[in-house]
């Protein structure tokens, strides 16, 4: 692996993994502290008619990726905070409501782009400079964004009724949270694809929750596990040819199998 560093596609995919693995672990914390994985597997599904109009315009698919799944995230929270709808059935609806645009202006798309199954599963040859600076800035804006609201997403995450109760902003909170989670999703798409982007979401963070309670520690562990996961897993992509997505996910199961019955065995001794 470390002679593979020679090539700039590889260092590509390096800084991609390390971009997307502060992304996930910021984000992903509270995706799994607030029970909203599934709303999140959807803005991330979403995300393909963004990177089908991106390709269908002539521009970057992540920037178009970036809008499109901006406006998704709000309108799914809207219309889940302030109607009666179901919110599996709104979520499932702008769900496939992107998918559908994102398969119908690739095929629209004027000369050659690439292959939906890229953005579906992850293909880290293609990472450019231009999207590791695009990764670059939507991290810096997600870090801002949760250094100025920490409070406000410590509330949201763990006791909302209280917050309203005190007049807190719940409901901004909350869509700027949906925000966020869109950016990461645009930040990871690259890496892992919109099919995968939830394991990255939601693995590292789920494992480290095995060792802490902790907001901040979990964050800062969620981090480590992602860049660990995408490491080895842009490993095997190099030796073996492999989906870049699919083989995160083989790195990042495992870890977290073995984060859960570490746990147990601890929580058996202190019995």
């Known amino acids: 692996m470390i002679e593979a560093l020679q090539y700039d596609f590889v260092r590509n995919a390096l800084l991609a993994g390390l971009l997307a693995s502060v992304a996930c672990g910021v984000i992903g914390t509270y995706v799994v502290v607030k029970k909203i994985v599934f709303m999140s597997g959807g803005i991330s599904h979403a995300s393909l008619g963004g990177i089908g109009i991106g390709q269908f315009l002539g521009i970057n698919p992540l920037l178009g990726a970036f809008f499109y799944t901006l406006a998704s995230a709000i309108g799914m929270g809207v219309v889940v905070r302030r109607t009666k709808l179901p919110e599996d059935v709104t979520i499932g609806a702008l769900w496939v409501l992107g998918m559908a645009l994102g398969v119908i ?156 019955l570490f746990a147990r065995l601890r929580r058996r001794r202190v019995e």
């Open 105 to 260: 202006f690739h095929d629209l798309a004027p000369g050659t782009v690439p292959g939906l199954p890229s953005y579906l599963f992850g293909d880290l040859s293609l990472t450019s400079s231009s999207d590791l600076i695009l990764m670059a800035a939507l991290d810096a804006v997600i870090i801002l964004t949760v250094s100025l609201l920490y409070k406000e997403f410590l509330i949201l995450s763990f006791d909302e009724e209280f917050g309203e109760s005190v007049g807190a902003p719940m409901e901004k909170s909350y869509l700027v949270l949906l925000c966020l989670i869109a950016l990461s999703v645009v930040v990871m798409v690259r890496v892992m694809g919109v099919i995968l982007v939830i394991a990255l979401l939601a693995l590292p963070v789920a494992t480290g929750w095995q060792f802490t309670h902790s907001l901040k520690k979990l964050m800062l562990f969620s981090i480590l596990l992602g860049l660990i996961s995408t490491t080895l897993g842009i490993g095997l992509w190099y030796e073996f040819n492999l989906a870049s997505g699919p083989a995160i996910v083989l790195v990042s199961i495992p870890l977290f199998a073995l984060s859960f």
